[in-house]
């Protein structure tokens, strides 16, 4: 099977496999290892390009694990193994001679938990422009507010760049963390339960925010809210103890999914 061929598991056969154009990053049977035991197990999935893919599952089924995996994250964790393929453009990112810190710009990441720098709204956006050894003043201020529009926070904040990015309520911490992920120009966002520690209004405007950067970027988000899937994603890839259970368009896999398990955990008997 060539590598940009998306592979997915046997209990999706009946799917229609998507072109290769159409698939910005694959996992083919990928397993991560912490210590002895696989915290993901041989998992397959198509990440579609400008489309939205969340990834549902009960807690510690892996989600996170995964996630990490797309831009080399778990090389960071020490003991971490990693055993399969990530391919992003036709590109093993786990190829010898590839450079993580390319991956990683490549393909940016969102936490949970927003985490600004204690430093101004500005510095906050302009830093990893500053790490790749941009210095020109109109360059760093244009691209600055181009991530602050594209982030949905300009208009907040225009005023104030150079105040503290910790005085920001956390919503829109959490939009400048996503302005500072956009800045260094990347093609793939993963995001980690980006709306978890936020009210109901902020989540609003994050999820409003994550279908208008779907135009322009390829997404993976982990949330445990199955409304939030159903509302901001394409398709999701519910994982169950490690497992990759079911993928497939969101639609279909909140009306019709294919397994038990699935239904289960959708329709809340577990999780
Ligand atoms: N750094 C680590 N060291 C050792 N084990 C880990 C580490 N990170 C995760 N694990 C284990 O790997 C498994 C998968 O964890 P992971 O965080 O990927 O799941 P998750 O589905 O994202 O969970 P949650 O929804 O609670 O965030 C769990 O058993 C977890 O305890």
């Known amino acids: 099977m060539p590598e940009q061929t998306s592979s997915v598991p046997s209990s999706t056969s009946s799917w229609t496999p998507p072109s290769p154009e159409a698939v910005k990053m694959q996992a083919t049977e990928l ?26 599952g009960p807690s510690g089924c892996g989600k996170s694990t995964f996630l990490r995996t797309l831009n080399r994250m778990n090389d960071l964790i020490s003991g971490t193994r990693v055993d399969g393929k990530v391919v992003l453009d036709g590109q093993d990112v786990y190829a010898r001679g590839v450079d993580p810190v390319e991956v990683r710009r490549r393909v940016g990441m969102v936490f949970q938990k927003s985490n600004p720098f204690p430093k101004s709204i500005y510095e906050n956006v302009a830093f990893g422009l500053r790490i790749a050894g941009e210095k020109n003043t109109r360059v760093l201020d244009e691209k600055v507010e181009k ?20 005085a920001l309520s956390g919503g829109q911490q959490q939009r400048l963390c996503i302005a500072r992920a956009l800045a260094v120009e990347p093609e793939v966002i993963l995001m980690d339960e980006p709306a978890s520690a936020l009210d109901p209004i902020a989540t609003a405007r994050i999820e409003e925010l994550i279908r208008e950067l779907r135009e322009r970027y390829t997404i993976v988000i982990v949330t ?22 079911e993928y497939g368009e969101t639609k279909r896999m909140f009306t019709k999914p294919r397994e038990q398990r699935t239904e289960d955990y959708i329709t809340g008997r577990f999780g």
Do not use: C
């Open 31 to 56: 397993s991560v290892f912490y210590g002895a035991k696989p915290a993901i197990n041989k998992v397959s999935l198509p990440v579609l390009r400008n489309e939205v893919t969340a990834l549902i």
């Open 147 to 166: 991530s602050l529009r594209n982030a949905a926070i300009w208009d907040e904040v225009k005023d104030r760049l150079d105040t503290s990015a910790l």
């Open 224 to 245: 445990h809210s199955m409304q939030q899937a159903a509302r901001v994603s394409d398709f999701t890839a519910f994982f169950y103890m490690g497992e990759l259970v």
